[in-house]
């Protein structure tokens, strides 16, 4: 069985300072591995994603993400967090293709102070 | 990226009745997903919504309580039957075809009285 830890419920940050969200995942075969972010009554919305190539990979909004194989982590970061990267960040994994199942974290509450 | 709609966008519903969520994408998808969001939660997969078969269900969700149809490759419907309080959450719809990331709508409110 596949499953993902966000060991954080929430991260508080200063505006300006880098961000960093946590992400372990375990899953039997090669991980595709995913950044999603709720704002406050919306729906969520696609960050980045790992599948298979470079191990730092670039997404929207100047965030990034790391896939570190021997820690299976996959921690998201950015360097000069904003106030408006307040919000709920997902992280979530899937063997293989589309057709299997996506399983997400518990997410982790981010909160930029101005 | 897709776009998905949804509607209703909310709604609130008294105990014991049912509840029909429309999910509508703008390009012809393989693969749909209804997910649930409960207050303060993760989302948890519902069920996989296949186009000329029956919906394949997560272990703690039935057919007999989320009936879902899929007439066609753009289109998908979710319904929460016989609702408890219970069952007050955010419905999301979800697409995804092949390798990509999965797209989310922006999900149906749903508060049971």
């Known amino acids: 069985a596949q499953s993902v830890a966000q060991p954080e419920d929430q991260v508080n940050v200063a505006e300006g300072n880098p961000l960093t969200v946590k992400c372990t995942y375990s899953?039997?075969?090669?991980?595709?591995l995913f950044w999603y972010v709720q704002y406050p009554n919306r729906g969520l919305q696609f960050l980045l994603k790992?599948?298979?190539?470079?191990?730092l990979v670039k997404g929207s909004y100047g965030f990034e993400a790391e896939f570190n194989k021997s820690q299976t982590s996959f921690h998201l970061k950015k360097p000069s967090a904003l106030v408006s990267d307040s919000a709920l960040y997902f992280c979530?994994?899937?063997?293989?293709?589309?057709?299997?199942?996506?399983?997400f974290g518990g997410g982790t509450r981010v909160l930029v102070k101005p | 990226s897709a776009v998905i709609s949804q509607k209703p966008s909310r709604d609130i519903c008294q105990r014991g009745t049912s509840l029909t969520i429309q999910c509508q994408v703008d390009?012809?998808?393989?693969?749909m997903f209804w997910y649930r969001q409960q207050p303060g939660q993760s989302l948890t997969l519902i069920a996989t919504?296949?186009?000329?078969?029956?919906?394949?269900?997560e272990s703690g969700f039935v057919i007999d309580k989320f009936p879902i149809s899929r007439p066609n490759l753009t289109f998908s419907t979710l319904t929460v039957s016989n609702m408890s309080p219970e069952d007050s959450s955010i419905y999301l719809c979800?697409?995804?075809?092949?390798?990509?990331?999965?797209?989310f709508g922006p999900g149906t409110r749903l508060t049971v009285l």
């Open positions: 790992y599948i298979t190539g470079d191990n």
């Open positions: 390009s012809q998808v393989t693969m």
């Open positions: 899953v039997s075969g090669n991980p595709y």
């Open positions: 979800s697409v995804a075809s092949g390798y990509n990331e999965q797209f």
């Open positions: 979530a994994v899937r063997e293989g293709t589309a057709g299997n199942k996506l399983t």
């Open positions: 919504a296949n186009q000329g078969s029956e919906a394949t269900y």
